[in-house]
């Protein structure tokens, strides 16, 4: 069908901006993060608002997150909320991001592989 994307036994309209936001964050929590990364950058691009950009970058810090860029996760997440300052998804994630890293966004000791606990799932929850 047109439109419509099959996941975890769930239909998501893709048709609409949101439906296909909802789509990138099935990737992501599929662990289909590359395909998830690519949806949610041309996403960023077709936002109609700055609360809608900010969201799809804060999905976007999250997956920089779990993957365990940090400095990304950060940078990204700072980018969201200058877009909008209310992104309530970036403001929680950047707090459990601060609470790995120092303050610029490098981590607090030498255990780099330590990833920090940012949920994918905070993707598409505001």
């Known amino acids: 069908m047109k439109?419509?994307?099959?996941m975890a036994s769930r239909r998501i309209s893709t048709e609409s901006w949101i439906g296909r936001r909802q789509s990138a964050g099935e990737l992501a929590r599929g662990g289909h993060l590359a395909d998830a990364t690519r949806s949610l950058c041309v996403?960023?691009?077709?936002a109609d608002s700055p609360v809608d950009q900010a969201a799809a970058i804060s999905d976007l810090a999250a997956i920089a997150a779990a993957s365990g860029n940090r400095l990304a996760a950060y940078r990204g997440l700072?980018?969201?909320?200058r877009r909008d300052p209310g992104c309530i998804a970036a403001h929680r994630n950047l707090s459990l991001l601060r609470s790995h890293q120092?303050?610029?966004?490098?981590?607090k000791t030498d255990d780099t592989s330590r990833?920090?606990?940012?949920?994918?799932?905070?993707?598409l929850f505001k």
């Not at 439109?3 to 099959?6: D, K, S």
């Not at 700072?78 to 909320?81: G, I, K, S, W």
């Not at 990833?115 to 993707?123: D, G, M, V």
């Open 102 to 107: 120092g303050i610029d966004g490098t981590p």
């Open 115 to 123: 990833r920090p606990r940012i949920a994918i799932l905070s993707l």
């Open 43 to 46: 996403l960023t691009q077709q």
């Open 78 to 81: 700072q980018r969201a909320l």
């Open 3 to 6: 439109g419509i994307c099959f």
